[in-house]
T-cell receptor, first 115, second 110 residues
Framework: DTAVSQTPKYLVTQMGNDKSIKCEQN?????MYWYKQDSKKFLKIMFS???????INETVPNRFSPKSPDKAHLNLHINSLELGDSAVYFC??????????????FGPGTRLLVL | EDKVVQSPLSLVVHEGDTVTLNCSYE??????LLWYKQEKKAPTFLFML????IEKKSGRLSSILDKKELSSILNITATQTGDSAIYLC??????????FGKGTKLTVNP
Protein backbone atom coordinates (compact mmCIF):
# COMPACT_ATOMS: atom_id res chain seq x y z
CA ASP A 1 0.00 0.00 0.00
CA THR A 2 1.93 2.97 -1.27
CA ALA A 3 1.37 6.10 0.80
CA VAL A 4 3.08 8.71 -1.38
CA SER A 5 3.93 7.75 -4.92
CA GLN A 6 5.77 9.61 -7.64
CA THR A 7 6.16 9.00 -11.33
CA PRO A 8 8.46 8.63 -13.05
CA LYS A 9 11.21 7.38 -10.77
CA TYR A 10 13.89 8.33 -13.27
CA LEU A 11 13.82 10.99 -15.93
CA VAL A 12 16.62 11.68 -18.40
CA THR A 13 16.04 14.51 -20.84
CA GLN A 14 17.73 17.13 -22.95
CA MET A 15 18.22 20.77 -22.04
CA GLY A 16 15.35 22.93 -23.17
CA ASN A 17 12.70 20.25 -22.92
CA ASP A 18 9.52 20.49 -20.82
CA LYS A 19 8.74 17.68 -18.39
CA SER A 20 6.28 16.83 -15.63
CA ILE A 21 6.57 14.80 -12.45
CA LYS A 22 3.42 13.44 -10.83
CA CYS A 23 2.72 12.85 -7.16
CA GLU A 24 -0.18 11.15 -5.48
CA GLN A 25 -0.87 10.40 -1.83
CA ASN A 26 -3.52 8.07 -0.44
CA UNK A 27 -3.16 9.15 3.17
CA UNK A 28 -6.00 11.64 3.11
CA UNK A 29 -3.59 14.45 3.95
CA UNK A 30 -4.44 18.06 3.25
CA UNK A 31 -0.92 19.34 2.62
CA MET A 32 1.55 18.31 -0.05
CA TYR A 33 5.07 19.49 -0.83
CA TRP A 34 7.78 19.42 -3.43
CA TYR A 35 11.42 19.28 -2.34
CA LYS A 36 14.60 19.39 -4.36
CA GLN A 37 17.58 17.42 -3.17
CA ASP A 38 20.84 18.39 -4.78
CA SER A 39 23.94 16.29 -5.31
CA LYS A 40 25.12 17.19 -1.82
CA LYS A 41 22.03 15.54 -0.31
CA PHE A 42 20.61 18.83 0.92
CA LEU A 43 16.81 18.93 0.88
CA LYS A 44 15.19 22.26 0.09
CA ILE A 45 11.48 22.99 -0.03
CA MET A 46 10.12 24.35 -3.29
CA PHE A 47 6.34 24.46 -2.92
CA SER A 48 3.61 23.54 -0.51
CA UNK A 49 -0.10 23.17 -1.18
CA UNK A 50 -2.90 22.90 1.34
CA UNK A 51 -6.16 21.63 -0.04
CA UNK A 52 -5.21 22.60 -3.58
CA UNK A 53 -4.09 26.08 -2.57
CA UNK A 54 -0.52 27.26 -2.79
CA UNK A 55 0.74 28.19 0.67
CA ILE A 56 4.53 28.14 0.28
CA ASN A 57 6.41 29.22 -2.79
CA GLU A 58 10.11 29.50 -2.22
CA THR A 59 12.40 31.35 -4.56
CA VAL A 60 12.08 28.97 -7.44
CA PRO A 61 12.43 29.92 -11.12
CA ASN A 62 9.18 30.56 -12.95
CA ARG A 63 9.99 27.58 -15.13
CA PHE A 64 8.73 25.43 -12.26
CA SER A 65 4.97 25.32 -11.95
CA PRO A 66 3.11 23.11 -9.50
CA LYS A 67 -0.44 22.02 -10.21
CA SER A 68 -2.85 20.46 -7.76
CA PRO A 69 -5.98 19.10 -9.43
CA ASP A 70 -7.23 17.79 -6.07
CA LYS A 71 -5.80 17.45 -2.61
CA ALA A 72 -4.44 13.96 -3.29
CA HIS A 73 -2.32 15.09 -6.24
CA LEU A 74 0.45 17.61 -6.67
CA ASN A 75 2.24 17.62 -9.99
CA LEU A 76 5.36 19.55 -10.91
CA HIS A 77 5.85 20.86 -14.40
CA ILE A 78 9.23 22.17 -15.48
CA ASN A 79 9.69 24.23 -18.64
CA SER A 80 12.91 24.77 -20.56
CA LEU A 81 14.96 22.40 -18.47
CA GLU A 82 18.50 23.46 -17.55
CA LEU A 83 21.53 21.47 -16.47
CA GLY A 84 21.21 22.83 -12.93
CA ASP A 85 17.77 21.28 -12.63
CA SER A 86 19.40 17.86 -12.34
CA ALA A 87 18.53 16.61 -8.86
CA VAL A 88 16.25 14.30 -6.97
CA TYR A 89 12.78 15.74 -6.49
CA PHE A 90 10.78 14.53 -3.53
CA CYS A 91 7.09 14.86 -2.99
CA UNK A 92 5.75 14.71 0.56
CA UNK A 93 2.45 15.02 2.36
CA UNK A 94 1.33 15.78 5.88
CA UNK A 95 -1.78 16.41 7.89
CA UNK A 96 -1.22 19.55 9.95
CA UNK A 97 -2.47 19.45 13.52
CA UNK A 98 -3.57 22.56 15.35
CA UNK A 99 -0.42 24.30 16.55
CA UNK A 100 2.02 21.75 15.17
CA UNK A 101 3.35 20.59 11.88
CA UNK A 102 2.69 16.89 11.52
CA UNK A 103 5.21 14.42 10.23
CA UNK A 104 5.82 14.58 6.53
CA UNK A 105 5.71 11.37 4.56
CA PHE A 106 8.01 11.34 1.58
CA GLY A 107 7.60 9.73 -1.79
CA PRO A 108 10.43 7.67 -3.28
CA GLY A 109 11.82 10.58 -5.24
CA THR A 110 12.27 11.25 -8.95
CA ARG A 111 15.81 11.43 -10.17
CA LEU A 112 16.01 14.00 -12.95
CA LEU A 113 19.06 14.18 -15.17
CA VAL A 114 19.28 16.97 -17.71
CA LEU A 115 21.86 16.44 -20.45
CA GLU B 1 16.37 33.08 8.66
CA ASP B 2 15.73 29.66 10.16
CA LYS B 3 18.83 27.52 10.35
CA VAL B 4 19.73 23.93 11.24
CA VAL B 5 23.30 22.75 11.75
CA GLN B 6 24.21 19.11 12.14
CA SER B 7 27.47 17.65 13.34
CA PRO B 8 29.52 15.81 12.55
CA LEU B 9 29.04 15.87 8.79
CA SER B 10 30.28 12.31 8.58
CA LEU B 11 31.14 9.54 10.96
CA VAL B 12 32.68 6.09 10.55
CA VAL B 13 32.32 3.53 13.32
CA HIS B 14 32.49 -0.21 13.87
CA GLU B 15 29.54 -2.46 14.50
CA GLY B 16 28.61 -2.43 18.15
CA ASP B 17 29.73 1.12 18.79
CA THR B 18 27.40 3.76 20.20
CA VAL B 19 27.07 7.00 18.27
CA THR B 20 25.64 10.41 19.08
CA LEU B 21 24.55 12.76 16.31
CA ASN B 22 24.01 16.44 17.03
CA CYS B 23 21.57 18.98 15.70
CA SER B 24 21.40 22.64 16.66
CA TYR B 25 18.89 25.14 15.36
CA GLU B 26 17.87 28.75 15.17
CA UNK B 27 14.22 29.14 14.37
CA UNK B 28 11.49 31.67 14.99
CA UNK B 29 8.58 30.25 17.01
CA UNK B 30 9.90 26.74 17.34
CA UNK B 31 7.24 24.07 16.91
CA UNK B 32 8.95 20.74 16.41
CA LEU B 33 12.18 18.99 15.53
CA LEU B 34 12.26 15.87 13.39
CA TRP B 35 14.88 13.24 12.70
CA TYR B 36 14.92 11.33 9.42
CA LYS B 37 17.01 8.44 8.15
CA GLN B 38 17.89 8.56 4.48
CA GLU B 39 19.41 5.50 2.87
CA LYS B 40 19.33 5.45 -0.88
CA LYS B 41 16.28 7.48 -1.67
CA ALA B 42 13.56 9.11 0.37
CA PRO B 43 14.07 10.07 3.98
CA THR B 44 12.10 7.94 6.40
CA PHE B 45 10.74 9.43 9.56
CA LEU B 46 12.35 8.49 12.89
CA PHE B 47 11.20 10.88 15.60
CA MET B 48 9.37 14.11 16.17
CA LEU B 49 10.16 16.12 19.28
CA UNK B 50 8.08 19.01 20.55
CA UNK B 51 7.83 21.05 23.71
CA UNK B 52 5.50 18.44 25.12
CA UNK B 53 7.60 15.46 24.07
CA ILE B 54 11.29 16.09 24.51
CA GLU B 55 12.50 12.50 24.62
CA LYS B 56 11.70 9.64 22.29
CA LYS B 57 12.98 6.08 22.07
CA SER B 58 12.55 3.29 19.59
CA GLY B 59 14.67 0.18 19.96
CA ARG B 60 18.34 1.12 19.75
CA LEU B 61 17.55 4.68 18.72
CA SER B 62 16.70 7.52 21.06
CA SER B 63 16.52 11.26 20.79
CA ILE B 64 16.40 14.15 23.23
CA LEU B 65 15.42 17.76 22.67
CA ASP B 66 17.12 20.48 24.70
CA LYS B 67 15.02 23.61 24.21
CA LYS B 68 17.31 25.66 26.39
CA GLU B 69 20.36 24.83 24.30
CA LEU B 70 18.33 24.83 21.06
CA SER B 71 19.64 21.43 20.15
CA SER B 72 18.87 17.76 19.88
CA ILE B 73 20.87 14.56 19.88
CA LEU B 74 20.16 11.26 18.20
CA ASN B 75 21.72 8.25 19.91
CA ILE B 76 22.21 4.87 18.32
CA THR B 77 23.48 2.07 20.53
CA ALA B 78 25.00 -1.23 19.40
CA THR B 79 25.22 0.01 15.82
CA GLN B 80 24.72 -2.37 12.91
CA THR B 81 25.76 -2.10 9.27
CA GLY B 82 22.11 -1.47 8.45
CA ASP B 83 22.31 1.79 10.39
CA SER B 84 24.58 3.20 7.68
CA ALA B 85 22.70 6.13 6.21
CA ILE B 86 22.43 9.90 6.19
CA TYR B 87 20.58 11.16 9.24
CA LEU B 88 18.69 14.37 8.65
CA CYS B 89 17.49 16.78 11.29
CA UNK B 90 14.73 19.25 10.45
CA UNK B 91 12.89 21.88 12.43
CA UNK B 92 9.51 23.50 12.02
CA UNK B 93 9.03 27.06 13.14
CA UNK B 94 6.49 29.76 12.56
CA UNK B 95 6.73 29.34 8.81
CA UNK B 96 5.36 25.80 9.25
CA UNK B 97 7.78 24.28 6.78
CA UNK B 98 10.58 21.86 7.35
CA UNK B 99 14.04 23.38 7.38
CA PHE B 100 16.62 20.67 7.02
CA GLY B 101 20.20 20.43 8.13
CA LYS B 102 22.77 19.03 5.75
CA GLY B 103 22.76 15.68 7.42
CA THR B 104 25.27 13.41 9.09
CA LYS B 105 26.56 10.55 7.01
CA LEU B 106 27.01 7.51 9.23
CA THR B 107 29.02 4.54 8.03
CA VAL B 108 29.01 1.43 10.19
CA ASN B 109 31.74 -1.03 9.26
CA PRO B 110 31.51 -4.73 10.10
Amino acid sequence: DTAVSQTPKYLVTQMGNDKSIKCEQNLGHDTMYWYKQDSKKFLKIMFSYNNKELIINETVPNRFSPKSPDKAHLNLHINSLELGDSAVYFCASSQPLAGYQETQYFGPGTRLLVL
Amino acid sequence: EDKVVQSPLSLVVHEGDTVTLNCSYEVTNFRSLLWYKQEKKAPTFLFMLTSSGIEKKSGRLSSILDKKELSSILNITATQTGDSAIYLCAVVGGSEKLVFGKGTKLTVNP
